[in-house]
Nanobody, 128 residues
Framework: QARLVESGGGTVQTGGSLRLSCKAS????????MGWFRQAPGEEREGVAAIDSDGYTSYADSVEGRFTISQDTAKNTLYLQMDSLKPEGTARYFC??????????????????????WGKGTQVTVSL
């Protein structure tokens, strides 16, 4: 049974950094597409970053140049390094995985419906 567990959230001041982790179990994710999403209260869930089955990465325009998605296949763990955080980055962050190989070549962020497995999220709060 596929399971994703996020960690690393917390409260940080504007301009600070956090690294989120997503530990996968029940499947080997290196063959699939993995993504990070976030959802603020009253807002829709939005894609933040993704890494496809070939390792190509893609980012939302709002985080390009500040966030970095990566993975450690030996640990079956996905990461999101978030630098220069802004108050609008306050949200619950979720990781997600597809159920089969999926490729973007880094050209776009896969929509939420592409993903079959979701974690419960970790809260990130960016204070002024």
């Amino acid at each position: 049974q596929a399971r994703l567990v996020e960690s690393g959230g917390g409260t940080v001041q504007t301009g600070g950094s956090l690294r989120l982790s997503c530990k996968a179990s029940g499947f080997t994710f290196r063959h699939y597409c993995m993504g990070w999403f976030r959802q603020a209260p009253g807002e829709e869930r939005e894609g933040v970053a993704a890494i496809d089955s070939d390792g190509y990465t893609s980012y939302a325009d709002s985080v390009e140049g500040r966030f970095t998605i990566s993975q450690d296949t030996a640990k079956n763990t996905l990461y999101l390094q978030m630098d220069s955080l802004k108050p609008e980055g306050t949200a619950r962050y979720f990781c997600a995985a597809t159920a089969r190989a999926y490729w973007t070549k880094g050209y776009y962020l896969p929509p939420a419906y592409v993903y079959s497995y979701w974690g419960k999220g970790t809260q990130v709060t960016v204070s002024l």
